[in-house]
């Protein structure tokens, strides 16, 4: 089955980078874009950016350019989200999600939770 | 990209119907058949329950039901149940390969 897993949890300081992956499985990686969202505690849900794997092209939330850089490994089925310049306002769970068809989320993987402290 | 806006919270008592609005501009809702609807029970991922406005991913309840008008798109929840308590986004594709979520909304059945 179709199956996003992502990496451990995160604790940063302030100005730091993180780099979280999600490695997919259960389908042919180069045929489905991936997207980045992220979830600030009992907050709402935030699109971050998009992947091609197959290409490699992205495309990022105007708020993020510049922070965010969307990454992947083909021959590991991996994609990568690294945020840079962290802030404590960046502090929230990240997923990964495939767009499965038509511009929809699904599924998603676990989330990985980013704590920026100092 | 401002947010979608929704209502903060819906209740409805087992069996009823509740309604979600979703409410965004001519440039993201109402410029495209593109709006899909997520739950997400505490401390877990959210699940695709609508996508492309009104269709329903094989696997999800036939009580979910989702419409669209102008700008604003609904999620229906008929015959309510205690599962379905939970919080609910909606997300359109708003052009030029980006993407905006509602503000959410808490259901809570009473």
């Known amino acids: 089955q179709v199956q996003l897993v992502q990496s451990g949890a995160e604790v940063k300081k302030p100005g730091a980078s993180v780099k979280v992956s999600c490695k997919a499985s259960?389908?042919?990686?180069?045929?489905?874009?991936m997207h980045w969202v992220r979830q600030a505690p009992g907050q709402g849900l935030e699109w971050m950016g998009i992947?091609?794997?197959?290409?490699?092209?992205?495309s990022y939330a105007q708020k993020l350019q510049g922070r965010v850089t969307m990454t992947r490994d083909t021959s590991t089925s991996t994609v990568y989200m690294e945020l840079s310049s962290l802030r404590c306002e960046d502090t929230a769970v990240y997923y990964c999600?495939?767009?499965?068809?038509?511009?929809?989320?699904?599924?998603w993987g676990q989330g990985t939770l980013v704590t920026v402290s100092s | 990209q401002s947010a979608l806006t929704q209502p903060a919270s819906v209740s409805g008592s087992p069996g009823q119907s509740i309604t979600i609005s979703c409410t965004g501009t001519?440039?993201?809702?109402?410029?495209?058949?593109?709006v899909s609807w997520y739950q997400q029970h505490p401390g877990k991922a959210p699940k695709l329950m609508i996508y492309?406005?009104?269709k329903r991913p094989s696997g999800v309840s036939n009580r979910f039901s989702g419409s669209k008008s102008g700008n604003t798109a609904s999620l229906t929840i008929s015959g309510l149940q205690a599962e379905d308590e939970a919080d609910y986004y909606c997300?359109?594709?708003?052009?030029?390969?980006?993407?905006?979520f509602g503000t959410g909304t808490k259901v809570t059945v009473l």
């Open positions: 999600a495939r767009e499965r068809s038509a511009y929809e989320f699904d599924p």
């Open positions: 259960g389908y042919t990686f180069t045929r489905y874009y």
């Open positions: 992947i091609n794997p197959s290409g490699g092209s992205t």
């Open positions: 001519s440039s993201d809702v109402g410029s495209y058949n593109l």
């Open positions: 492309e406005d009104n």
């Open positions: 997300c359109s594709y708003a052009g030029s390969s980006t993407y905006v």
